[in-house]
């Protein structure tokens, strides 16, 4: 069956260390999103990507980077500087053309400080 | 720039019976899109209904249907015969014709007492 595979479902995050979640689509879909949710906050998108090698930021981008080198794969890194990195990271991804089109979401990836 | 408001962080329904979940909207695009997302505990967004927005019809799938009312921004969501499982946090959010980015509300938690 297609979907998104968001890789570790949890992960640990030492002061001063640089993490990566992984997400990978097999939708066939052009467009990915990374998304934050924090209690109480919805959803705010952090980085989106329309096409291979190339993407935008979100609201929330800074300290957070990202990369689209696949179709299939749109990895996050939570960078150092990112002072507040505890949330719970979800990405999605869409069909490009027609914004009718729902975003399809993989099932997570909680973070946490230690 | 698109913003989505839900007022009711927290609703509760009788088994069996009909709830409401309130969202307004405020857009400058004439072509945009609105969609209810459903998030239950185990996290993952599924989406629950969609509509166009140069549609007059209002959007309807099995027990989930929509009050559409475009001159007032406002985009409710009727869930009638509530059930167990449609216990969740739900999501309204909208999306402007042409554009790859979407806008999320804050979210409203729905308990179903049985």
């Known amino acids: 069956d297609g979907g998104i595979t968001q890789s570790p479902k949890y992960l640990f995050r030492k002061e001063g260390q640089n993490v990566t979640l992984s997400c990978e689509q097999n939708?066939?879909?052009?467009?990915m999103y990374w998304y934050r949710q924090d209690p109480g906050q919805g959803l705010r998108l952090i980085y989106y990507?329309?096409?291979?090698?190339?993407?935008q930021k979100g609201d929330i981008a800074e300290g957070y980077s990202v990369s689209r080198e696949k179709k299939e794969s749109f990895p996050l890194t939570v960078t150092s500087a990112q002072k507040n990195p505890t949330a719970f990271y979800l990405c999605?991804?869409?069909?490009?053309?027609?914004?009718?089109?729902?975003?399809?979401f993989g099932d997570g990836t909680r973070l946490s400080i230690l | 720039a698109q913003t989505v408001t839900q007022s009711q962080p927290e609703m509760s329904v009788q088994e069996a019976e009909t709830v409401t979940l309130s969202c307004t909207y405020d857009?400058?695009?004439?072509?945009?899109?609105l969609f209810w997302y459903k998030q239950p505990p185990s996290r993952q967004m599924i989406l629950v209904i969609r509509?166009?927005?140069?549609?007059?019809q209002n959007a309807t799938e099995n027990r989930f249907s929509v009050n559409f009312q475009k001159a007032a921004k406002s985009f409710s969501l009727k869930i009638s015969d509530s059930q167990l499982g449609d216990a969740a946090m739900y999501f309204c959010a909208s999306r402007a014709g042409g554009y790859q980015k979407v806008t999320f509300g804050t979210g409203t938690k729905l308990q179903v007492i049985p």
């Open positions: 999605a991804s869409s069909i490009w053309q027609g914004s009718n089109q729902p975003q399809h």
């Open positions: 990507s329309q096409i291979v090698n190339d993407f």
């Open positions: 939708l066939n879909h052009d467009a």
């Open positions: 509509q166009e927005a140069y549609k007059q």
């Open positions: 857009t400058s695009e004439s072509d945009y899109y």
